[in-house]
């Protein structure tokens, strides 16, 4: 029983990482429907592309170094977080942008938090 929970718990965060990262990515397609030039269109790419290349650099780093999964996935959750508050206060808020830091920082947390539990029981 001990080994299947080890094994969830190295392999939950990594899967889950990855999953989250493809989101990500599939996300920022959207600059195709603003009938952009092919360079615009490319630039823009890039651009909403930077979080999700950020963290797959990431989740190179932390599959050997969970800590450093944990701190960036939970430090990229609270990014998220203030980034929605500063779009807000800026802008009306819309009930729609609770949900967004919901889903998006609340599943950065959920694998934070999880590459952190593995790289306690690491230590121990």
Known sequence: ??????KFV???PRILSIIFVFFL?????DVF????????????????NIPA??????????WKREIVGGI???????VYIFLIVMNALKNQF???????????SGIAFII?????INWKKKKN
Do not use: P
């Not at 429907?33 to 790419?45: D, H, K, V, Y």
């Not at 729609?96 to 998006?104: D, E, F, K, R, T």
């Open 1 to 6: 029983m001990k080994r299947k929970v080890s």
């Open 10 to 12: 190295y392999w939950t």
């Open 25 to 29: 990515f599939l996300m920022s397609l």
């Open 33 to 48: 429907s603003l009938e952009l030039t092919f360079w615009q269109t490319i630039g823009a790419l890039l651009i909403h």
């Open 53 to 62: 290349f950020i963290l797959l650099i990431v989740i190179l780093i932390s």
């Open 72 to 78: 960036a996935f939970i430090l990229a959750g609270l």
């Open 94 to 104: 819309e009930w729609y942008m609770l949900s967004w830091a919901i889903q998006i």
């Open 112 to 116: 934070g938090i999880l590459f952190i």
